[in-house]
């Protein structure tokens, strides 16, 4: 029997018996988000582009999303394969229950709410009002989810006019609507990734149709992979990954070839914290390996454009959050959450009954009762800080 297997990002996966489809992702260390792995937040959920999606991972799903072929990784154990993708800002609905409006009459209306499932986002990104009609009008997000129990977000209303007829009747207290996304304003899309750079296929050329490439990257890597500066960032890497990988992206940026299917830079390195300082020590590190093999200087300079090019997108002082198709995926930092069953702190054991708000870890799922919580916050912050 051929082997069942999934695809996300590009990349397949042989799934082993038993395993769900979110351990087989992140066992080969594909990065999607998670959080209770029992089928309950849904953070996990992806859509299946091909294949026969089990029932299982599809149990606790709104119908709409279980007709566009969306299920939870966490619970999804395939008998046949399937090709995986991320799911669509626009298909991603929230019921959200109105608390309060503030601003009637003004070109601002402030609205309170909260989604009745977890909904990460961001201050400054949008959720869009389902209306119906396809025009879904734009909520600027302004509440912080670190900070503040309920969504606050901003309705432009031109002339003091609410664009939905809803909004313009005196609403009542738990009034409930549609929204979808998060996704990113319009500002930070257009500048959250870059274009690629321009190929120079002359070069792969003259780098001994990329035997040369290849040769630099064995030797590049085996000294970073020896780096106490750099190769603490590997850790759970193997170097045949970093070098394979790195081989197809220089081949698709320098032939423009599509040889390379893993992720876009920024995406890439979004956790990592690289100052410009350690991004040109790698550069030195790079330079003086190309010239061991014999490069030119004009050879040097053509080659290391194209990592140039995306140190904007690697550069930062605090790990970004991924985004994939406008969705943000929050894989650090903290939340509050009411517990719907008992459970243990993972910090210091103790039980914690149902109903106790704690702090979890939106990517590890670990929760901090209400007496460890302080503690773990400011140790996150100050990591923050730092
Ligand atoms: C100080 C600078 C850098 C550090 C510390 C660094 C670190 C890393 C690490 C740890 C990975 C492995 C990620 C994983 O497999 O999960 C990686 C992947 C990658 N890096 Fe870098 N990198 C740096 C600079 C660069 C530069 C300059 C480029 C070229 C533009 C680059 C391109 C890539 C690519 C294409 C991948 C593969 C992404 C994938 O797995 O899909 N990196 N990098």
């Known amino acids: 029997m051929s082997p069942v297997t999934v695809s996300l990002q590009g990349r397949e996966v042989e799934m082993r018996p038993q395993e769900t489809v979110l351990d087989a992702l992140l066992r080969s260390g594909i990065d999607v988000a998670f959080s209770c792995r029992g089928g309950v937040c849904h953070a996990c959920m992806l859509r299946c582009g091909e294949g026969e999606v089990p029932a299982a991972a599809q149990r606790g799903l709104p119908q709409g999303l279980k007709e566009l072929g969306y299920l939870l ?24 229950v109105l608390t309060a409006v503030e601003g009637r009459g003004t070109p601002f209306l402030r609205l309170r709410f909260e989604p009745m499932r977890t909904l990460a986002y961001r201050p400054g990104q949008h959720l869009r009002l389902v209306s119906g009609d396809g025009l879904d009008p734009v909520l600027l997000l302004t509440s912080d989810p670190m900070e503040d129990w309920q969504i606050e977000a901003v309705l432009h209303c031109p002339g003091g006019e609410p664009p939905l007829a809803w909004l313009r009747e005196e609403l009542p207290f738990g009034q409930e609507f549609e929204v979808w996304g998060p996704v990113e304003s319009g500002a930070a899309a257009a500048g959250a990734e870059l274009e690629p750079p321009a190929p120079d296929p002359a070069l792969w050329h003259e780098l001994d149709e990329g035997r040369t490439v290849r040769r630099v990257l064995e030797d590049f890597y085996a000294q970073v992979y020896a780096d106490e500066r750099l190769a603490s960032f590997f850790e759970g890497v193997t170097i045949d990954r970093a070098i394979g990988k790195q081989y197809s992206f220089l081949q698709l940026m320098m032939t423009g070839e599509k040889v390379y299917f893993g992720e876009r830079p920024r995406n890439a390195h979004h956790w990592m914290v690289i100052s410009d300082e350690l991004f040109d020590y790698r550069q030195a590190l790079m330079v003086r390996t190309l010239e061991k093999h014999g490069l030119r200087p004009a050879q040097i300079a053509r080659w290391t454009r194209f990592e140039e090019h995306w140190r904007r997108d690697m550069v930062k002082s605090a790990a970004w959050p991924k985004v994939m198709d406008g969705i943000e995926f929050p894989l650090h930092g903290y939340a509050s959450e009411v517990l719907t069953s008992g459970s243990m702190c993972d910090h210091c054991g103790g039980e914690v009954p149902e109903g106790t708000e704690v702090l979890y870890h939106v990517r590890l799922g670990k929760i901090s009762c209400p007496q460890c919580a302080p503690a773990v916050r400011s140790g996150a912050d100050e990591t923050a800080a730092a």
């Open 73 to 96: 990784a966490c619970q999804c154990r395939p008998q046949r394969s399937l090709a995986l993708e991320a799911p669509r800002a626009s298909d991603l609905r929230t019921t959200c």
